[in-house]
């Protein structure tokens, strides 16, 4: 319901002045193996993230999303609500979440969520997209680089889903 009502800026402002982001990470994490509460739960958090966010506001929601994706990675739609919960987070981070969340082993968790969900176009363009967030910070793009796999997951979703200009569009921007 949160993440429903999350969508109105009015209502998105009540809901952070009221720990609102505080309750949703604390209930992600009483709920990590109910996948409905994970993927609702990333939908609020993507929906509420803000410029206002403190870093440590981030770096909880981070660390629930990371987890979303570890433990429902077979979910599609759970993935795809964390990627995209993830992607705004960055993009309103100064690099300092996205140095902890790689700290954390974001990478590798995206890179095995991209194997898994390797024919789904919606899937790949979401992890390339928070990879691309990512790669905007130049030590992590040295990170990737290094990765286990990390270039290796790129080439195959440009192999894989050629006919899809946003994702190869993304794809290019990681590399």
């Known amino acids: 319901m949160l993440s429903a009502l999350a969508l109105s800026y009015e209502i998105s402002s009540e809901i952070l002045r009221n720990g609102g982001r505080t309750r949703i990470v604390n209930a992600m994490e009483k709920n990590k193996q109910h996948v409905g509460v994970q993927r609702e739960g990333c939908r609020a958090i993507r929906n509420l993230i803000s410029s206002s966010s403190t870093a440590a506001e981030s770096v909880l929601s981070i660390e629930r999303v990371l987890d979303t994706i570890r433990l429902h990675v077979p979910d599609g739609d759970a993935v795809e609500q964390a990627f995209m919960a993830?992607?705004?987070?960055?993009?309103?981070?100064d690099g300092t979440?996205?140095?902890?969340?790689?700290?954390?082993g974001c990478i590798d968790v995206f890179i095995k969520a991209m194997q898994l969900h390797s024919e789904s176009t919606r899937v790949q363009h979401l992890a390339l997209l928070?990879?691309?967030?990512?790669?905007?910070?130049?030590?992590?793009?040295?990170?990737?680089?290094?990765?286990n796999g990390g270039l290796d997951a790129i080439t195959e979703a440009l192999?894989?889903?050629?006919?899809?200009a946003e994702l190869v569009s993304e794809a290019c921007k990681c590399l």
């Open 86 to 93: 993830f992607a705004n987070i960055i993009a309103n981070d």
């Open 159 to 164: 192999k894989r889903h050629m006919n899809s």
């Open 97 to 104: 979440c996205a140095r902890e969340a790689v700290r954390r």
């Open 130 to 147: 928070c990879l691309r967030n990512l790669c905007t910070i130049d030590s992590i793009q040295i990170v990737l680089a290094q990765s």
